[in-house]
């Protein structure tokens, strides 16, 4: 076993989950990343930490995951759930199949891994969640309609999260991008924004990477928003 942070990121194959993995890794801490391109297990790879290549969507490809981190450190100190695209259409012209799609890409990816993780961090009495939420979650955009129900609802299992483990030193947050250049750019968006450009990924990793931290020590249950004054009166 090993006395070095560890930390696991999840859809960490490429943007802000594998900018998140880098950042951490550069602070120190050993990374463990899942993903289902087999980017992930190359960018762990090169960080000197341990990559699996599967599905936030899996139950067994995230317990392979923790058990191989498990196995590797003994330990696991913070929790860092991304997430792909869900599907997009008009409100009411989304099929059945695909609300339940949207669940599972941006609610239970969090759900799955949270109840793995969860009892290891409460056993140590120390652990930080991250989940990367959307700027839309509570002014929600036509644009994202699955991305906003749901991630609506991670809000809620957030607090409820945090109001359940906050005694246990168990923190979790969300994190709630604007526009980030790892979307496509349109000028459009672009002057939507108070600040007049796109967000990076290394600055919602270094977000990440804050609420991560032991400077972050006193928040949980929170929504902070990363989008270059977009939601600012929201």
Do not use: C
């Not at 930490?49 to 490809?61: E, F, H, P, V």
């Not at 644009?143 to 609506?152: D, E, G, L």
């Amino acid at each position: 076993m090993s006395a070095e942070k560890v930390a696991i990121v999840t859809a960490g194959g490429s943007g802000m989950g594998a900018a998140s993995a880098k950042k951490l890794a550069a602070d120190g801490f050993k990374v463990a990343i899942l993903s289902s391109s087999g980017k992930g297990e190359a960018l762990a790879q090169e960080l000197g930490g341990l990559g699996i290549t599967g599905s936030n969507q899996s139950n067994d490809d995230l317990k392979r995951l923790v058990d191989a981190t498990m196995e590797a450190w003994g330990r696991i100190d913070v929790l860092v759930n991304s997430a792909g695209h869900g599907p997009r259409a008009q409100i009411v012209e989304i099929t059945d199949d695909q609300w339940h799609t949207g669940l599972d890409v941006y609610l239970l990816n969090v759900i799955r891994p949270v109840r793995l993780v969860a009892p290891i961090m409460q056993a140590q009495k120390s652990g930080s969640i991250v989940n990367i939420s959307t700027a839309w979650a509570f002014e929600p955009s036509a644009m994202f309609p699955t991305s906003a129900v749901f991630r609506a609802g991670l809000a809620a299992f957030t607090k409820i999260f945090a109001d359940t483990y906050a005694a246990d030193n168990v923190r979790i947050n969300n994190v709630l991008p604007g526009w980030i250049d790892s979307l496509p750019a349109t000028d459009d968006r672009r002057d939507s924004v108070p600040m007049k450009r796109y967000g990076t990924s290394e600055e919602i990793a270094a977000t990440v990477a804050f609420l991560a931290s032991e400077g972050a020590g006193y928040i949980t249950g929170q929504n902070l928003k990363v989008d270059g004054g977009l939601t600012r009166s929201v």
